[in-house]
T-cell receptor, first 115, second 116 residues
Framework: NAGVMQNPRHLVRRRGQEARLRCSPMKGHSHVYWYRQLPEEGLKFMVYLQKENIIDESGMPKERFSAEFPKEGPSILRIQQVVRGDSAAYFC?????????????FGPGTRLTVL | GNSVTQMEGPVTLSEEAFLTINCTYTATGYPSLFWYVQYPGEGLQLLLKATKADDKGSNKGFEATYRKETTSFHLEKGSVQVSDSAVYFCALSDQGYGGATNKLIFGTGTLLAVQP
C-alpha cells in the first residue's frame, strides 16, 4: 500500500508566479489535510478537505491560497502570485473515513522556494 | 484555543543515554495525543499515540503516557541510538467547532542529536 504521495518534492518559483502542489492520499483514504512548516517552526494547519468538499479552511491565508480535492485525482494546493514569505515546506496528510480518522499519515512534503 | 508546548532543543546526548522530551498541552475536551518524528529532508512519521487518559503509547523503544492531571505527554527512551537523531514533534488532535475537523496542533519541535 503506497503511502501519501506529494509532487513535486521541490518547487522553485519567482515572485508573482503561481505554485501548484499535488497530494495523492493513501489508498482508501478520503480525508486530506494540508500543513505548512515555515523554517525552524512547527507545522501549522491550513485546510481540511474531503472529496469535493472543503470542511475547514480556518488556517488558510485569506488571499492567494486555495485548495481542492476533486472526485477524481489528487488534492491540489494552489498559491497565486507567490511572495518570498510563502517559502516553506508544505505537507499533506491523509486519514481513512471516520472510524480511523484519528491518525494522519504524512507525505514527504513539497519544499517551495520563492526567489 | 488548544496548544502544545514542548521543550526547546537541541538536545544532545551520547549513545545509550536516557532521553526525555517534555510536552504539555492545553485543550478543551479529550484530545488524542501524538509524537511524530521527522528525519532530515523527510516528512513526518507517526511514532506513537495515545487516545485517552492513562494510555501509554509505545514504539521502537519510545514511550509516552497520557497524563490528564498534569496535561503532559512526555516522550522517553531508555537508550538512544545515533539513528534516533531527528526532530520530534508533539501534537494533539483538535476537533474544531462542531467536531467536524480533526486537525493536528503541533509543538515547535525538538531537535535530538545523538553522538556516538
Amino acid at each position: 500500500n503506497a503511502g501519501v504521495m506529494q509532487n513535486p518534492r521541490h518547487l522553485v518559483r519567482r515572485r508573482g508566479q503561481e505554485a501548484r502542489l499535488r497530494c495523492s492520499p493513501m489508498k482508501g483514504h478520503s480525508h486530506v489535510y494540508w500543513y505548512r512548516q515555515l523554517p525552524e517552526e512547527g507545522l501549522k494547519f491550513m485546510v481540511y478537505l474531503q472529496k469535493e468538499n472543503i470542511i475547514d479552511e480556518s488556517g488558510m491565508p485569506k488571499e492567494r491560497f486555495s485548495a481542492e480535492f476533486p472526485k477524481e485525482g489528487p488534492s491540489i494546493l494552489r498559491i497565486q502570485q507567490v511572495v518570498r514569505g510563502d517559502s516553506a515546506a508544505y505537507f499533506c496528510a491523509s486519514s481513512p473515513p471516520r472510524g480511523g480518522q484519528d491518525t494522519q499519515y504524512f507525505g514527504p512534503g513539497t519544499r517551495l522556494t520563492v526567489l | 484555543g488548544n496548544s502544545v508546548t514542548q521543550m526547546e532543543g537541541p538536545v544532545t546526548l551520547s549513545e545509550e543515554a536516557f532521553l526525555t522530551i517534555n510536552c504539555t498541552y492545553t485543550a478543551t475536551g479529550y484530545p488524542s495525543l501524538f509524537w511524530y518524528v521527522q528525519y532530515p529532508g523527510e516528512g513526518l512519521q507517526l511514532l506513537l499515540k495515545a487516545t485517552k487518559a492513562d494510555d501509554k503509547g509505545s514504539n521502537k523503544g519510545f514511550e509516552a503516557t497520557y497524563r490528564k492531571e498534569t496535561t503532559s505527554f512526555h516522550l522517553e527512551k531508555g537508550s538512544v541510538q545515533v539513528s534516533d537523531s531527528a526532530v520530534y514533534f508533539c501534537a494533539l488532535s483538535d476537533q474544531g467547532y462542531g467536531g467536524a475537523t480533526n486537525k493536528l496542533i503541533f509543538g515547535t519541535g525538538t531537535l535530538l542529536a545523538v553522538q556516538p
